[in-house]
């Protein structure tokens, strides 16, 4: 019996004398770096520590591509984008004790944007390990419990032998639907001991497919045909599935209006006529999907941002197609499907039926003249013009990277497409090791990063990373003196803001301090700068003084 996924057990004579007569000089690092390499990766980030010295000696004997940030967080968040805009796992290479836990936050992020980051961390020697207090140079009582609770799979190693396979299995598991971060950890004297095991070769670690139970997806298409109001919520996950096409599919099938949640910006055309784009902060869009009679809701566990602050309550049929098991009806009861966004949608479009419905096209233009209606009578002509000049800029190509910040909270509600953000886990310091991290993925292509003057002190160092690799990364700071959201929050809560103003660099001077050309920008030139860092090579920094505004929220009406 063949099955697709046989594996050649036989050796050839190749492998045979190469397994007999392996490479002197090598140790338990190259056990590392062997099995990266042939599990298909080709791009590692992270930052060297004593303990983890034998995985970044190994390198150099290694085809591999390194790219070492200044900030174990910001390396995580450079891997996490790599893995976000290329479906592939990323490595992470993390020394021990401090350098692991300065990756948490990154990896909170990766799992709530469920990006495959392979974080591959150092231990204290294995005499050292069991809970005992020895006193090794940043020994943990637990080191894998500061993980448990953020990755998808913890896989620990305490012999050679055991690298291959703990690391092709942290590599399955990153990638089996729902993708997401997992932590493989291997003592220092295991990297650092020499090995005579054979060379490391090909690897299998095939992830799983999530395939949908046929009956729910029958009884989901019966209803959706049947809907007299249907409508379709898409997440994340639809992005991560490389699903787009298959939803286009189904809602032009069926006639169901389409609305994107922030992590699924590009899950549908944005000028589609089906398409309610992503003002999932705006009354109207919640009141539109609470009156579908069915809701289809693809991806997404319609978390706090997805359901307008928790004031969405469906009236309708709910059906949700999640791969997090966690996720499926944590919210709303629904008829939960727990399956890959792409094999459910492809399994509906095979089998539901078409379902007619010219007036569905109005219904949508309805709720944005509505929605643009109230945006325009809340006079923030500024925010609307600096948001359209970013975009007018940016290359049709180029990804874009933003941190949490006023300009970025506009861009989740209007920016026309896809982006990534770091709205999962809601940390600081995202956008710009993150373009870093897109920018190694592809050199060849401008990416564009956007921070607030808070967000940006937290990643600043990383432009000796961007300066040193000559990476096409064009960095947007938009400095309005503090912590602006939090500054809006407190005002409008306690009618005065603490602890939100702060003090910073002369961000021009800083960036040029570094090699890296920077440019003080109006919002009237904003475009033209930009257009100009954009069609320059190597890294640029442009900054605009100025006080944005974000529109009034819906869900304390």
Same mark, same amino acid.
């Given at each position: 019996?063949?099955?697709?996924?046989?594996?050649?057990?036989?050796?050839t004579?190749?492998?045979?004398?190469?397994?007999l007569?392996?490479?002197?000089?090598?140790?338990?690092?190259d056990?590392?770096?062997?099995?990266?390499?042939?599990?298909?990766?080709?791009?590692?980030?992270?930052?060297?520590?004593?303990?983890?010295?034998?995985m970044?000696?190994?390198?150099?004997?290694?085809?591999?591509?390194?790219?070492?940030?200044?900030?174990? @967080? @910001?390396?995580?968040?450079?891997?996490?984008?790599?893995?976000?805009?290329?479906?592939?796992?990323?490595?992470?290479?993390l020394?021990?004790?401090?350098?692991?836990?300065?990756?948490?936050?990154?990896?909170?992020?990766?799992?709530?944007?469920?990006?495959?980051?392979?974080?591959?961390?150092?231990?204290?020697?294995?005499?050292?390990?069991?809970?005992?207090?020895?006193?090794?140079?940043?020994?943990?009582?637990?080191?894998?419990?500061?993980?448990?609770?953020?990755?998808?799979?913890?896989?620990?190693?305490?012999?050679?032998?055991?690298?291959?396979?703990?690391?092709?299995?942290?590599?399955?598991?990153?990638?089996?639907?729902?993708?997401?971060?997992?932590?493989?950890?291997?003592?220092?004297?295991?990297?650092?001991?020499?090995?005579?095991?054979?060379?490391?070769?090909?690897?299998?670690?095939?992830?799983?497919d999530?395939?949908?139970?046929?009956?729910?997806?029958?009884?989901?298409?019966?209803?959706?045909?049947?809907?007299?109001?249907?409508?379709?919520?898409?997440?994340?996950?639809?992005?991560?599935?490389?699903?787009?096409?298959?939803l286009?599919?189904?809602?032009?099938?069926?006639?169901?209006?389409?609305?994107?949640?922030?992590?699924?910006?590009?899950?549908?055309?944005?000028?589609?006529?089906?398409?309610?784009?992503?003002?999932?902060?705006?009354?109207?869009?919640?009141?539109?999907?609470?009156?579908?009679?069915?809701?289809?809701?693809?991806?997404?566990?319609?978390g706090?941002?997805?359901? @307008?602050?928790?004031?969405?309550?469906?009236?309708? &049929?709910?059906?949700?197609i999640?791969?997090?098991?966690?996720?499926l009806?944590?919210?709303?009861p629904?008829?939960?499907?727990?399956?890959?966004?792409?094999?459910a949608?492809? +399994?509906?479009?095979?089998?539901?039926?078409?379902?007619?419905?010219?007036?569905?096209?109005?219904?949508?233009?309805?709720?944005?003249?509505?929605?643009?209606?109230?945006?325009?009578?809340?006079?923030?002509?500024?925010?609307?013009?600096?948001?359209?000049?970013?975009?007018?800029?940016?290359? +049709?190509?180029?990804?874009?990277?933003?941190?949490?910040?006023?300009?970025?909270?506009?861009?989740?509600?209007?920016?026309?497409?896809?982006?990534?953000?770091?709205?999962?886990?809601?940390?600081?310091?995202?956008?710009f090791?993150?373009?870093?991290?897109?920018?190694?993925?592809?050199?060849?292509?401008?990416?564009?990063?956007?921070?607030?003057?808070?967000?940006?002190?937290?990643?600043i160092?990383?432009?000796?990373?961007?300066?040193?690799?000559?990476?096409n990364?064009?960095?947007?700071? /938009?400095?309005?003196?503090?912590?602006?959201?939090?500054?809006?929050?407190?005002?409008?809560?306690?009618g005065?803001?603490?602890?939100?103003?702060?003090? &910073?660099?002369?961000?021009?001077?800083?960036?040029?301090?570094?090699?890296?050309p920077? /440019?003080?920008?109006?919002?009237?030139?904003?475009r033209?700068?930009?257009?100009?860092?954009?069609?320059?090579?190597?890294?640029?920094?442009?900054?605009?003084?100025?006080?944005?505004?974000?529109?009034?929220?819906?869900?304390?009406?």
């Open positions: 019996m063949t099955h697709d996924h046989d594996i050649e057990l036989t050796p004579p190749e492998q045979t004398a190469a397994a007569n392996p490479p002197a000089g090598r140790n338990g690092g056990l590392v770096v062997e099995t990266l390499h042939g599990l298909g990766a080709a791009t590692v980030f992270g930052l060297p520590g004593q303990h983890a010295l034998g970044f000696d190994a390198l150099r004997r290694s085809t591999l591509k390194y790219v070492g940030l200044r900030v174990e @967080n @910001n390396a995580g968040f450079a891997a996490d984008a790599y893995g976000r805009v290329t479906g592939e796992v990323a490595p992470l290479l020394s021990t004790g401090p350098g692991s836990l300065m990756s948490l936050a990154a990896l909170q992020e990766a799992a709530a944007a469920s990006a495959p980051v392979l974080a591959i961390g150092s231990q204290i020697p294995v005499a050292g390990l069991g809970g005992g207090r020895h006193g090794y140079l940043h020994e943990l009582r637990d080191q894998q419990a500061s993980f448990r609770d953020i990755v998808k799979s913890v896989h620990t190693v305490r012999t050679q032998s055991q690298i291959p396979s703990a690391i092709a299995a942290a590599w399955k598991s990153a990638l089996t639907a729902p993708h997401g971060p997992v932590w493989v950890e291997i003592p220092q004297d295991v990297l650092l001991a020499e090995t005579t095991l054979p060379q490391v070769t090909a690897m299998d670690a095939t992830p799983d999530l395939v949908p139970r046929p009956e729910l997806t029958a009884v989901a298409a019966d209803l959706l045909a049947g809907a007299e109001r249907p409508a379709i919520i898409a997440g994340g996950g639809v992005v991560r599935a490389d699903a787009t096409g298959k286009l599919a189904l809602a032009e099938r069926v006639n169901a209006p389409v609305v994107s949640t922030f992590g699924g910006k590009g899950a549908f055309p944005w000028e589609h006529p089906l398409s309610l784009q992503s003002w999932m902060e705006d009354r109207h869009t919640t009141d539109f999907l609470e009156d579908a009679d069915v809701l289809l809701v693809i991806g997404s566990g319609l706090e941002l997805s359901s @307008n602050y928790h004031t969405f309550k469906p009236r309708g &049929r709910v059906i949700q999640e791969a997090d098991a966690g996720k009806e944590s919210n709303h629904a008829l939960g499907i727990h399956a890959d966004a792409r094999l949608l492809q +399994a509906l479009v095979e089998t539901v039926a078409e379902r007619p419905d010219d007036a569905a096209p109005a219904r949508v233009a309805a709720v944005l003249k509505a929605v643009r209606e109230r945006i325009d009578a809340q006079e923030l002509t500024l925010e609307q013009e600096v948001l359209a000049s970013v975009r007018e800029a940016l290359p +049709a190509a180029s990804p874009s990277f933003w941190d949490m910040t006023i300009l970025a909270y506009w861009a989740w509600s209007a920016w026309p497409g896809a982006l990534h953000s770091a709205q999962g886990a809601g940390g600081l310091g995202y956008g090791p993150a373009a870093i991290g897109a920018a190694a993925a592809d050199p060849t292509t401008p990416v564009l990063a956007v921070s607030g003057d808070g967000g940006a002190m937290y990643s160092a990383e432009l000796a990373t961007a300066k040193q690799y000559d990476l990364v064009t960095w947007l700071i /938009v400095d309005d003196g503090g912590y602006g959201i939090l500054r809006e929050y407190m005002t409008d809560a306690f005065e803001a603490t602890a939100t103003e702060l003090a &910073r660099p002369d961000f021009v001077a800083l960036a040029e301090s570094f090699g890296v920077g /440019v003080r920008t109006t919002p009237e030139t904003l033209d700068d930009l257009a100009k860092a954009f069609a320059a090579p190597g890294p640029r920094v442009v900054v605009l003084p100025a006080v944005l505004r974000m529109f009034a929220p819906t869900h304390l009406d």
